[in-house]
């Protein structure tokens, strides 16, 4: 048994090292060649960092096009789904809600027209995606606010649409920080 | 066929295509047949040289358990130490505090269990220290002394008769150097290149484009998130686990980390296989693990592309499916197979939350975490499928009238009494866990904890209850995951939930090594035309009848009065 004890330390400390020093530190060497430095990519907008590319931001104002619901506010210090069950009432009532807000400021859609994912949360609270439903729904009214023409403000939706990986695994979206970037160099023109 | 359901089928088969070579690699690294890898002998052996280990010492099963065990005591009370003082050790840039001491005891034992089940959150409940030296370490070496455990009893059966099972440690360390380690290596770099951070650089802060201040929690959680996977562990780095757009940027990573977490367990099944030379039992095996995961797939795939009944009924279009807790980037398809991957082979890692599936889903997923052997965890999910194919064979061998056998020895009263009793003990857990909790939830909410009981719950009613169930089988089967609503972090919930952590854990190693342990040393019956044969069609048909009647008999009431009411109320 003694033997066994001091055999279980010295493996420990032995496999401390390799594990929790030389394994991560190969890690962040490597990583530090990848596009973000390892410090997660970001994204630029003269010269000011405006956001992180895989993180989605919270977008409120009409010039914009919106995110999902967010049960973190999209706070990036900590991430939450909204762990709501399916037959929870006061959930229910929520969505119901958020589907209604979104017909206030979109008067020209029919409840038919609302996809889920805009009056759900999403699971880390940080989703960046949207379903391609989800941003045509927003085309009139963004296209209203901004005097711009609509056609123009779909065909932009259109270009950011990421199909599925290699064309064939997995659903399609839209980037909604990708496409308010874009969206702001379309004003500038 | 649609690009979801594709993404499914692809990511299942290109597992099969890299855990059946591997399983096959594995059965020779253990063997100590000649491999390609062997090039690494050097560091195995500067690390049995440090730690004062002798590989040529054999050990009978009684000796291996004591071997694990006490390395497993070294490391919980390594890493409570330094949960209980993680704010005052160095590499702490975000400043959290130290864990109460009934958080450190949860998070400890779920970690040295190969669990991970996570009462904090990975933004503000750690350090990077933490992360590294505990949490890490032990998703590695959890994960090893799965393996290692499973090698021993494998050993049992690959002599006609044998009372020596090898040497614990030789297994243990080469299930890292050979398997984990460069495994995960190459994980973590794809992850790190696929925008997961890799660097120590701390909380960073920037006005977003409509103007708000944000502040990003990061870290090097590429390596983390690697073995977290290849190690069925399934802690997250960050709150939302592989939700988290860091933690599992894309569908391609998606992909990866879903074909990351069940090539061990395939592979554990093969390499039994070729380990003993009964290469058609491995594969009886595998047929009827992958029959379960099917038919608990595929109603949870189709639930979840059905959408929530509640919300259909506002009108509301669910083209894609149910969305809530789901990210758009992976969808309800894959989500729904990630859930339950995750779920029979103990992960608990999550990319959607769990509390907002459909009911059903929850049916399957907390099924897939009782049953707990359908391909299961790194190394135990053989031994828990073990324990189910003595059963059987107990069960034939009464039916036929001859004394039972398994691979020519015979299955006597002990062994059988073993079987029974760690049969036992997952509904005794998991239904005397949640009577409990109930209990308390009902007749003490006011009790002063840091949740009050009666604010346990983030979901009424039957939902409600699902969600303490599913924290009680989580626990038991080591999975992981959660219906995360429930107010965890509290001294009820984190020492009932150790303790069952710790049962659900050793027991089930144990029990099954000790059987495989006496069956080895017995005199070794040739097979005869009275022999019951283990690996045929019939007998694996039996097997799964077994599995079946054993859990609906054991868990039918619980479920009935969670996810099938919650099911039956909505669909009204």
Not at chain 1, 62 to 88: C, D, I, L, M, T
Not at chain 1, 163 to 176: E, I, K
Not at chain 2, 44 to 70: D, P, R, V, Y
Request: include cysteine; charged fraction near 15%; charge should be positive.
């Amino acid at each position: 048994m003694k033997k066994y004890i001091l055999q279980s330390i010295r493996l420990t400390a032995v496999l401390l090292v390799l594990l929790c020093v030389i394994y991560p530190l190969i890690v962040a060497f490597a990583g530090g060649f990848s596009k973000g430095k390892g410090g997660g990519e970001k994204i630029t907008k003269n010269g000011q960092v405006v956001g992180y590319a895989l993180l989605g931001q919270s977008f409120t104002k009409a010039q914009y096009f919106w995110g999902r619901p967010s049960a973190v506010g999209y706070n990036a210090a900590g991430s939450a789904g909204s762990n709501k069950g399916p037959s929870n009432a006061d959930y229910l009532k929520e969505v119901s809600n958020r589907a209604d807000s979104l017909l206030k400021y979109h008067p020209y859609l029919k409840r038919t027209d609302i996809p889920a994912d805009m009056v759900t949360a999403s699971g880390s609270g940080l989703d960046p995606n949207i379903s391609i439903e989800g941003a045509s729904i927003q085309v009139k009214r963004v296209a209203a606010f901004r005097h711009l023409d609509e056609a123009a403000v779909a065909d932009l939706v259109k270009t950011h649409i990421q199909g599925p990986l290699l064309g064939l695994f997995g659903p399609s979206s839209v980037n909604v920080l990708e496409l308010n970037l874009a969206l702001d160099e379309l004003k500038a023109k | 066929m649609n690009t979801e359901l594709l993404g499914i089928i692809a990511t299942y088969l290109l597992t099969l295509a890299i855990a059946i070579p591997l399983g096959k690699y594995l059965a020779k690294v253990f063997a100590g047949e000649k491999v390609w890898t062997d090039f690494l002998k050097p560091v195995e052996k500067g690390i049995f040289k440090l730690s004062g280990i002798n590989t040529n010492e054999q050990m009978n099963w009684k000796q291996a358990m004591k071997a694990m065990l006490t390395i497993n005591l070294v490391w919980l009370v390594y890493g409570f130490f330094v949960l209980l003082n993680q704010d005052k050790l160095p590499l702490n840039p975000d400043g959290n505090p130290g864990m109460t001491p009934d958080l450190a005891f949860n998070t400890i034992i779920s970690f040295v269990v190969n669990c991970n089940l996570q009462h904090y959150s990975g933004e503000s409940g750690v350090s990077y220290l933490t992360q590294h030296v505990v949490l890490m370490f032990l998703q590695f070496v959890s994960a090893a002394t799965g393996l290692a455990a499973a090698v021993v009893f494998f050993k049992a059966f690959r002599d006609k008769t044998t009372a020596t099972l090898g040497n614990f440690w030789e297994y243990f360390v080469k299930s890292i150097t050979r398997l984990l380690l460069p495994l995960a290596l190459i994980m973590a770099i794809i992850l790190a290149f696929s925008g997961t951070p890799s660097s120590y650089e701390g909380k960073d802060q920037f006005i977003s484009l409509q103007g708000d201040t944000v502040n990003v929690s990061r870290g090097p959680a590429a390596g983390f998130i690697a073995i977290k996977h290849l190690g069925t562990n399934g802690g997250g780095w960050f709150g939302a686990n592989s939700a988290h757009p860091l933690e599992n940027p894309s569908y391609f990573t998606n992909m990866v980390e879903l074909i990351a977490q069940v090539i061990l367990p395939i592979a554990m099944v093969i390499a039994f296989g070729y380990f003993i030379r009964k290469r058609k039992l491995a594969w009886m095996i595998f047929g009827v693990m992958t029959i379960g995961m099917f038919l608990l797939l595929i109603p949870t795939v189709s639930s979840e592309l059905g959408g929530n009944p509640a919300i259909a009924k506002m009108g509301i279009s669910q083209l894609s499916g149910a969305m809530e807790g789901k990210e758009v980037r992976f969808g309800p398809a894959i989500s729904g197979y990630w859930s339950t991957v995750t779920t029979i082979i103990s992960t608990g890692s999550v990319n959607s939350m769990h509390d907002s599936t459909m009911p059903l889903t929850g049916l399957w997923q907390l099924l897939g975490m009782m049953i707990n052997a359908f391909y299961g965890g790194c190394g135990v999910g053989v031994l828990n499928y073990f324990i189910y194919l003595i059963i059987a064979v107990f069960i034939s061998g009464l039916m036929v009238g001859r004394t039972p056998e398994f691979l020519g020895h015979k299955v006597e009263a002990r062994e059988i009494k073993i079987a029974a009793i760690i049969t036992l003990l997952s509904p005794f857990l998991i239904l005397a866990g949640t009577a409990l909790s109930s209990y308390v939830f009902m007749a003490h909410g006011d009790a002063a904890w840091a949740v009050q009981p009666k604010n346990w719950l983030n979901n009424p009613g039957f939902h409600g209850f699902s969600e303490m169930l599913y924290e009680i089988t989580s626990s038991n089967a080591n999975n992981g995951s959660g219906f995360e609503g429930l107010g965890d972090n509290n001294v009820f919930w984190n020492v009932t939930s150790g303790f069952i952590l710790f049962l659900g854990r050793f027991l089930p190693i144990i029990g099954p090594v000790a059987i495989a342990g006496l069956l080895g040393a017995k005199k070794y019956i040739p097979e005869s035309a009275g022999t019951l044969k283990t690996d045929t069609m019939t007998f694996s048909l039996m097997t799964f009848a077994v599995i079946l009647v054993l859990n609906a008999l054991s868990y039918f009431p619980a479920l009935a009065l969670g996810p099938l009411a919650e099911y039956f109320t909505l669909i009204k």
